[in-house]
């Protein structure tokens, strides 16, 4: 017989993705295989129980209507659980960002690197911050695992 752990893994799991050509579209081959590999991802690992919902495993079938994006969300058999729908924004702003001219980020880098270079050679760069607190002080989400508490 099974543990109760196996039943609620069976039973709260995403099993199948399949996003819906029509709405979502495809795109390159690259961008294709990136999307296979990130559904193959998360099919392999996952926890979903939709709405409190917990007779899975469940089927996720992503698509957009208007503006809208609809997560229907069904058993494996084709069973419709809950469908969660959420508005994309109308009117979406596109901002330009400026860059600056390759030449001047080439440049500054190679600053940066001499920098770096001369001050681990002369040992007057810190290679991490002194202690935990200096670490939670920059806001780092790193601290645990480099200091262990
Ligand atoms: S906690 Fe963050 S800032 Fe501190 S040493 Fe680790 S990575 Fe660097």
Excluded at 49 to 78: C, E, Q, S, T
Aim: some cysteine.
């Amino acid at each position: 017989m099974a543990s109760d752990d196996s039943d609620k893994s069976k039973t709260g799991r995403l099993v199948a993705v399949t996003l819906d050509e029509a709405s979502i579209g495809r795109t390159s081959r690259d961008v294709e295989h990136e999307r296979a590999v990130a559904i193959y991802d998360l099919i392999e690992e996952n926890s979903f129980r939709p709405g409190g919902h917990d007779a899975g495993p469940y089927a996720l079938n992503p698509r957009i209507d208007g503006n809208r994006l609809v997560f229907d969300i069904r058993l494996a058999d084709g069973a419709p659980v809950i469908a969660q729908i959420v508005a994309l924004r109308e009117n979406p702003e596109v901002i330009d960002v400026p860059l600056p001219a390759a030449d001047t980020i080439r440049a500054r880098l190679g600053a940066l690197s001499e920098q770096l270079a001369v001050a681990r050679r002369d040992h007057t760069y810190p290679r991490k911050p002194p202690n935990a607190a200096a670490c939670h002080a920059l806001g780092c989400g790193y601290v645990a695992r480099c200091w262990g508490h």
